[in-house]
Nanobody, 124 residues
Framework: QVQLEESGGGMAQAGGSLRLACAASGRTFSTGTMGWFRQAPGKEREFVAAIWWSGGLTDYADSVKGRFTISRDNAKNTVYLQMNSLKPEETAVYYC?????????????????WGQGTQVTVSS
């Protein structure tokens, strides 16, 4: 069983930056996909970004491409999400998730383990 714990959420002004971290513990493997999702009040959870744990492949939602960067530190079992040029509409709870096998899906149902989430609030 993998446990995921997010950190780094908080408040930022529009145009500002935050960096989220997701630390994995427990039965971790150097394979699979790590992803970030977000859910705003009254909205469905949506895909933000993903990274292939061992190969460095990345995928981004169109809405964040060019502003957000996902990265990983395998030695620390940690995945990061650097968020720049934040917008008020990106206020949401951000979740880290892991998919044991496979690459390419953006569907939350395909991810097996989830963190508790961290709140990101962007003020205008």
């Amino acid at each position: 069983q993998v446990q995921l714990e997010e950190s780094g959420g908080g408040m930022a002004q529009a145009g500002g930056s935050l960096r989220l971290a997701c630390a994995a513990s427990g039965r971790t493997f150097s394979t699979g996909t790590m992803g970030w999702f977000r859910q705003a009040p009254g909205k469905e959870r949506e895909f933000v970004a993903a990274i292939w744990w061992s190969g460095g492949l990345t995928d981004y939602a169109d809405s964040v491409k060019g502003r957000f960067t996902i990265s990983r530190d395998n030695a620390k079992n940690t995945v990061y999400l650097q968020m720049n040029s934040l917008k008020p509409e990106e206020t949401a709870v951000y979740y880290c998730a892991r998919r044991r096998t496979g690459w390419g899906s953006r569907a939350s149902a395909d991810f097996n383990s989830w963190g508790q989430g961290t709140q990101v609030t962007v003020s205008s």
